[in-house]
């Protein structure tokens, strides 16, 4: 007769086998969280990792002692506790019955599944970003043609204004001449009423004013539609859409154009201060350097309360290309400073930092076998460096 | 002053105006149109319909655009000069249009000087053809 309904403790003998055989490791924790027992298992890991016996809680979840009061309060704790130690990670579930001396952990090696997930996260950024940087490019794109339609005729008006502006002027002054004339010699009472009605509307209309502001209105408003042209322009630079291809490109005009873009950002917080040497152009994909660049001035102006300084320089160090970009801000703590990289790691108040931008700015650097590195000290400000490799087609391609 | 017909394509109509203007300031007879077929009617319903020295034509229009505006004027006036207008200063794309049969081409917005100074250009290359 068989079935399956006998209580475990009918195999008694067989479960302390499968317990200590068990490929998985197992430890047992009495109430004061000391090991009482390791499974053949746990042994092996404990040697493989170099673990002395003081040494072996590390390899348990860090809130191991609540766990512990936990299990013998409640009863088994089967759920998924995750720890990390050498590279290695593990899951832990606890087990152990209300009102007993010990607590079961049994782990299970979840490296090679932390491996994945963390794989599919970063490919899922990567896939946010194409995201991100196509639709920036489209809209790009669709403003610069939006933009430019109205903007044509406005400049090509300003400029004919600006010609019947300087034409109507003049004409007023020749007719000044002819009044100064006339009215010099004897002339009709008519004629008189309509001379003080001309000096009327001029002290009304303020013709003075009018001779004096005119063309500094008119160049003020092509400066500013040649401003509006610029934006435009860099606006495209910053993303051209469809062009994620790796080109030459010269990193000073990257960064010319991404400051142009961030500059209202910038302006009222800091003096920007440009130092670019002399360096060639380099093979890279232009926009997800733009990228970073515009992550590195974002966040040093969000590091700047008020009249602070941000300092951009390129220069050349051998077979590479140095930007360097610091900030006079509040700095980053010694604690965080190793974290700032990390995917989601942020210390920006919710809905300002998502956390992403110097993750993602970093992957942009490692995909140009390049490196970023940080100094910061807090108080005093931070400066990020980013070398990237100048490559043999690039010593070719010479700055003119 | 220079001389020369001038037919400008553009669905804008301010742009048109702005074109003419300064075209006519040049010495150009312009003859304004919203589209490609407009435009051909435009020329022929004229006083001198077999003159036309230059075509200035945007590229990002509503109902037809790009390549497809050049290459039907083209194929109305295969010996005329095409001046391309884009708000979308894509190199490839201009390099693409003088592929197709454009003489030239402006990316907006342009200086008054540039355009009067392409337009003389495809004039004179016309002019010369002839």
């Known amino acids: 007769m068989h079935t399956t309904d006998l209580p475990p403790e009918a195999f008694y003998p067989e479960l302390v086998t499968f317990t200590h055989h068990n490929p998985n490791p197992v430890l047992l924790l009495d109430a004061e969280g000391h090991v009482r027992y390791l499974n053949l298992a746990a042994r092996q890991m404990q040697q493989e990792m170099g673990l002395t016996d003081a040494d072996i809680l590390r390899v348990l979840p860090a809130n191991l002692i609540e766990v512990v009061r936990q299990c013998l309060d409640c009863g088994t704790q089967a759920r998924r506790l995750e720890s990390q130690i050498q590279d290695r990670w593990f899951g832990w579930s606890a087990y152990g019955v209300p009102g007993g001396q010990t607590v079961y952990f049994h782990g299970a090696d979840i490296t090679q599944y932390k491996r994945v997930e963390k794989e599919q996260n970063e490919l899922r950024l990567k896939l946010v970003q194409n995201d991100k940087m196509a639709s920036i490019g489209q809209l790009a794109a669709g403003i610069a043609h939006e933009i430019n339609n109205p903007l044509s005729f406005v400049v090509l008006n300003l400029n004919h204004i600006a010609n019947y502006g300087r034409g109507l002027l003049k004409i007023v002054e020749q007719y000044d001449k002819v009044a100064t004339l006339v009215k010099g010699s004897t002339i009709s009472k008519e004629l008189e009423a309509e001379f003080a009605g001309v000096e009327d509307a001029k002290a009304q209309e303020g013709l003075e004013e009018i001779q004096e502001e005119l063309p500094c209105l008119l160049q003020e408003s092509q400066d500013g539609a040649e401003r509006i042209r610029a934006i435009v322009l860099n606006l495209k630079e910053f993303s051209h859409t469809g062009e994620g291809a790796q080109k030459h490109a010269d990193i000073n005009r990257c960064l010319q154009s991404t400051l142009k873009i961030v500059s209202y950002e910038l302006k009222y917080k800091a003096k920007v201060i440009e130092q670019y040497g002399d360096i060639p152009e380099i093979l890279c994909f232009p926009q997800e350097l733009n990228q970073v660049f515009m992550n590195l001035l974002v966040n040093a102006s969000h590091a700047i309360k008020q009249n602070g300084e941000i300092r951009i320089s390129t220069a050349r160090r051998d077979e590479h290309v140095l930007i360097e970009i610091s900030d006079s801000g509040c700095g980053i703590p010694p604690e965080n400073l190793g974290r700032i990289f990390e995917t989601f790691f942020t210390t920006k108040e919710v809905g300002k930092g998502t956390g992403l931008g110097l993750s993602i700015s970093s992957e942009i650097v490692k995909k140009h076998q390049g490196r970023i590195e940080v100094k910061s000290t807090v108080g005093i400000g931070t400066t990020f460096c980013i070398w990237l490799p100048i490559g043999q087609e690039g010593q070719k391609v010479k700055k003119s | ?130």
């Open chain 2, 1 to 130: 002053m220079a001389s020369g017909r001038v037919l400008v394509v553009d669905d804008e109509q301010n742009l048109r105006k702005a074109v003419h203007r300064t075209l006519t300031k040049a010495g150009y007879d312009v003859i304004e149109a919203e589209d490609g077929e407009k435009g051909i009617a435009a020329v022929q319903a004229g006083d001198n319909p077999l003159r036309l020295d230059v075509i200035i034509c945007d590229v990002h229009m509503p109902k037809v655009g790009g390549k497809e505006v050049v290459t039907y004027l083209k194929s109305q006036f295969p010996s005329v000069p095409i001046i391309v207008l884009t708000g979308d200063p894509q190199y490839k794309d201009a390099t693409d249009f003088l592929a197709n049969g454009a003489s030239a081409y402006l990316a907006k917005p342009f200086e008054p000087a540039a355009l009067v100074k392409t337009v003389a250009k495809c004039v004179e290359s016309h002019v010369f053809h002839h």
